[in-house]
């Protein structure tokens, strides 16, 4: 069951943290996880799975669907290893990375079929049923960064975007009290209100500054040829028809001057995809770099981690069925 979770209020001692993505892409392993019962129970380790080789646990969690993910509902023991895990959170915040932990007997598995392959060329097994008793902090988690810390709280309700409701002497409580809250002209500071003059040569320099980055970085909108730019959207439509409908709107195209490095980037937040007009010189390779980032915008949409493997054999195949298509008409 999907459960929507909106403005969450952390009770003291409490996280929240995404676990892993339901049904894909795979995590580190190579594993493709299925959803769990609502509320599921489970251990909460002190770091890298530890309960799961005879610590004890340094909290407790509830498993629930949210989205594409499932998160973990939990709290921190009143222990030694609780209130490390407590120090944990609070100092690394929404850095700190989870995966979840189960014992091999209880799940059942499959390989991965040709078409599963074909949408996740890094998939090695298919759980279909299993058995999770513990999720961890980790160094890399199960879906990487996406699977991190989205709230914490200590004993005085502080926490990473939250203000403390009383004094405390936990770590993210003694930094925030000793931090000034306005710029002052003491030493400690080092900061003082810049004079309207300042600001005006500031504001004066800003032309130049632009002018200077556009002249050696290429900053700007720099654009193609209308017929390139024109084949680059006709590709992208056809990426789009290749995987049948990609959620939301498409993404706008953008071009750069060559950097030597890349031919192209998706950015997720503007929605854009930015090409090197390196490209207009070689249409194949248009083509290959068009589908591979129209899959990264998939894969955004999906809200999944990023895969350049999946994106590279995506670029390969819209290359190889635009061949088809140009035979066939």
């Known amino acids: 069951m999907t459960i929507a979770v909106k403005g969450t209020k952390l009770a003291d001692g409490q996280f929240h943290a995404r676990v892993y993505v339901v049904g894909g892409p795979p995590d580190g392993d190579g594993d493709v996880l299925p959803d769990v019962r609502d509320g599921h129970p489970v251990a909460v380790s002190l770091g890298e799975h530890d309960v799961l080789f005879g610590a004890d646990p340094a909290g407790e969690a509830k498993l629930r669907r949210v989205g594409n993910a499932i998160h973990a509902f939990g709290r921190t023991y009143d222990s030694v290893r609780g209130?490390?895990?407590?120090?944990?959170?609070?100092?690394?915040?929404?850095?700190?990375?989870?995966?979840?932990?189960?014992?091999?007997?209880?799940?059942?598995?499959?390989?991965?079929?040709?078409?599963?392959?074909?949408?996740?060329?890094?998939?090695?097994?298919?759980?279909?049923?299993?058995?999770?008793?513990?999720?961890?902090?980790v160094n890399r988690g199960s879906c990487g960064p996406t699977c991190r810390t989205l709230g914490a709280k200590c004993a005085a309700g502080c926490g990473y975007g939250a203000r403390p409701t009383k004094r405390c002497d936990c770590e993210l409580c003694v930094?925030?009290?000793?931090?000034?809250?306005?710029?002052?002209?003491?030493?400690?500071?080092?900061?003082?209100?810049?004079?309207?003059?300042?600001?005006?040569?500031?504001?004066?320099?800003?032309?130049?500054?632009?002018?200077?980055?556009?002249?050696?970085?290429?900053?700007?909108?720099p654009r193609p040829d209308d017929a390139t730019h024109a084949f680059a959207m006709k590709i992208l439509a056809f990426s789009y028809a290749c995987w049948q409908q990609l959620p939301g709107p498409r993404p706008r195209i953008h071009w750069f001057h060559s950097d030597g490095k890349k031919f192209g980037r998706f950015d997720p937040i503007t929605n854009e995809i930015h090409l090197s007009l390196e490209l207009a010189d070689n249409l194949d390779e248009l083509i290959v770099t068009v589908g591979h980032e129209a899959w990264h915008a998939f894969e955004a949409k999906r809200g999944w981690p990023p895969s350049e493997a999946a994106a590279e054999r995506c670029g390969e195949l819209v290359l190889e069925r635009w061949r088809q298509h140009i035979q066939r008409s």
């Open 175 to 221: 930094k925030s009290q000793a931090r000034p809250t306005r710029p002052c002209g003491c030493e400690l500071c080092g900061r003082r209100t810049l004079s309207t003059e300042e600001v005006k040569r500031l504001l004066e320099a800003v032309p130049q500054v632009l002018a200077r980055a556009r002249a050696e970085f290429g900053v700007g909108r």
């Open 83 to 137: 209130r490390e895990l407590r120090t944990k959170l609070l100092a690394a915040g929404p850095q700190l990375e989870w995966s979840i932990g189960w014992p091999t007997d209880t799940a059942r598995t499959r390989p991965p079929t040709a078409i599963e392959l074909e949408q996740w060329p890094d998939a090695k097994r298919i759980i279909e049923s299993w058995n999770p008793v513990e999720v961890s902090p």
